[in-house]
């Protein structure tokens, strides 16, 4: 695993978008997402796990209580793959993390927070292609010849339409990502997509240890944490574009009046 710690937003910008030129095309593309912490200690590790690591069992009642519940609310989604993001989405314990393509976006999840600004943030960044190799037969075989590396929902209906088939056509756990279907505009505007693993009981960090899959990490000091916050501020990523209504521009509207400065940046103040 590759740490690399920015200490201002130039040199953020030169770090996530270091190797993304495609010659062959002669555009900046490539295949990497992030993830953005608040905490650069905090792992890979699923709400599922955080709220039932005692016992995983507990996955099929509580999505069982979700769509017996919120029945009237769920009318309009149909299918197992699509009811999940909106799980996850309205804070349901499930195996699925957050993902999106966007850095800045990943930048945002790991300053939005103030009461985490006494400690370092993190932007996890994976290249979805690495996990290809490591697929079931099938699913791999799907991503080929659609010349995808990110399963849609409508895939993952045909091939594995729940938890119980995805693990039973591998013995190996594996690590697959999808994008969700833009039913709400914050998924949307997120730019978001979500990792799972076959088995709830072994986390994604996991098998990027066994694998040897690379990841880099990306560190945000708490002393850069301001700068980079406002500065994301300057060009629209922030609460009001990340969670689209009300409480999105109250959230924004709270941090942005808190009296952050003399506390984070006072010692920038005095050395000028």
């Known amino acids: 695993m590759q740490e690399i710690v920015i200490h201002d937003w130039d040199e953020l910008q030169r770090v996530v978008f270091d190797d993304v030129w495609d010659d062959r095309i002669k555009r900046y593309r490539d295949n990497r997402i992030y993830r953005g912490t608040a905490d650069q200690q905090w792992n890979l590790v699923p709400s599922l796990n955080r709220v039932c690591g005692h016992d995983l069992s507990l996955e099929s009642?509580?999505?069982?209580?979700?769509?017996?519940?919120?029945?009237?609310?769920?009318?309009?989604?149909?299918?197992?793959?699509?009811?999940?993001?909106?799980?996850?989405?309205?804070?349901?314990?499930?195996?699925?993390?957050?993902?999106?393509?966007s850095p800045l976006v990943a930048a945002h999840f790991a300053t939005e927070d103030t009461s985490c600004y006494d400690r370092d943030g993190v932007i996890w960044c994976l290249d979805v292609t690495d996990f290809k190799a490591f697929l079931p037969e099938p699913l791999r075989q799907k991503l080929e010849d659609t010349g995808s590396n990110i399963f849609t929902v409508g895939m993952l209906e045909k091939l594995v339409p729940n938890f119980d088939r995805m693990r039973e056509i591998s013995k190996e756990p594996y690590a697959l990502f999808f994008e969700p279907s833009s039913m709400i505009d914050r998924i949307a505007n997120q730019y978001a997509l979500f990792s799972v693993?076959?088995?709830?009981?072994?986390l994604l960090s996991q098998i990027l240890v066994t694998r040897q899959i690379p990841c880099r990490k990306i560190i945000i000091p708490k002393e850069v944490k301001l700068e980079i916050r406002d500065k994301l501020d300057y060009i629209n990523i922030s609460e009001r574009m990340i969670y689209p209504g009300l409480d999105g521009v109250c959230r924004w509207i709270t941090r942005r009046y808190a009296a952050l400065g003399p506390i984070y940046n006072g010692e920038k103040g005095r050395s000028k």
């Open 197 to 202: 693993v076959s088995d709830p009981e072994v």
């Open 61 to 101: 009642q509580v999505f069982r209580s979700f769509r017996k519940y919120g029945y009237a609310e769920l009318a309009a989604y149909s299918g197992f793959w699509q009811l999940l993001p909106v799980a996850q989405h309205h804070g349901l314990p499930t195996r699925l993390l957050d993902w999106t393509y």
